[in-house]
Every structure is written in structure tokens, then in C-alpha cells.
């Protein structure tokens, strides 16, 4: 599997943006995968971001984002999104979208866990 993110870019606080990652699969191979996207600032760990299940029913946010964040997807185009409303210079980081297959009720938090990463899309908020 192969996932390409893109969207980032540079924007003021209160600014949007969205994040695309497209995944390089047939469509019902990419139902089979959970989702997430993670974010690394210079000098941090890997933090997660969000994660959506395989039909899209189950999200989760990390608090940092809940509200503000909101993961999707849409498995007839192999792709998930990150809506990223009200941003914040503390956003600015790189994004990463990640794939694990996964039984239909599995959840994963841990970026350990996933299989597949994209490329990573610069996001950066300023003041």
C-alpha cells in the first residue's frame, strides 16, 4: 500500500486546512484498513492526531484537536481526510496519514502499530 498526503501549507491562526491522503489500493482493499493521522513538531515524539474505522462509523481525536479536527473518509475513493478548523501555531507540525489492516471492531493508537505511512505534508500556523 502506498498513501500520498497532501494539503498542507502555511497559514495564519483561524485559518483552515484540509489533508488528503490517497491510498494506492482497489476500493474494497482500502475498507479493510484502519486509519489515522499523526503529527512529529521538530524535536517531539510522534503524537496521534486521529484514527477512523474501516466504514468510517467509529472516529477518535486526540483532545489537543477535539473540536477543531475532524477526520474522515470515503472508501469509493480509496482516501481520508483531516478537516482542521480554528488552527493553532501549537498545530504546526508534520502531518502523516497511516494504514494498518485491521478486523472490522480493532482499534490502534500507537503509531508502532500501523503498517503503512505517507510521506508526511508540512503544516505551520503562525501567529
Known amino acids: 500500500v502506498q498513501l500520498q498526503a497532501c494539503g498542507g501549507g502555511l497559514v495564519q491562526a483561524g485559518d483552515s486546512l484540509r489533508l488528503s491522503c490517497a491510498a494506492s489500493?482497489?476500493?474494497?482493499?482500502?475498507?479493510?484498513?484502519?486509519m489515522a493521522w499523526f503529527r512529529q513538531a521538530p524535536g517531539n515524539e510522534r503524537d496521534l492526531v486521529a484514527t477512523?474505522?474501516?466504514?468510517?462509523?467509529?472516529?477518535y481525536h486526540a483532545e489537543s484537536v477535539k473540536g477543531r479536527f475532524t477526520i474522515s473518509r470515503d472508501n469509493a475513493k480509496s482516501t481520508v481526510y483531516l478537516q482542521m478548523d480554528s488552527l493553532k501555531p501549537e498545530d504546526t507540525a508534520v502531518y502523516y496519514c497511516?494504514?494498518?489492516?485491521?478486523?472490522?471492531?480493532?482499534?490502534?493508537?500507537?503509531?508502532?502499530?500501523?503498517?503503512?505511512w505517507g510521506q508526511g505534508t508540512q503544516v505551520t500556523v503562525s501567529s
Open positions: 497511516a494504514a494498518k489492516p485491521s478486523i472490522i471492531t480493532a482499534t490502534y493508537y500507537s503509531w508502532h502499530d500501523f503498517d503503512y
Open positions: 489500493v482497489r476500493t474494497y482493499t482500502f475498507s479493510r484498513y484502519f
Open positions: 477512523i474505522s474501516r466504514s468510517g462509523t467509529t472516529t
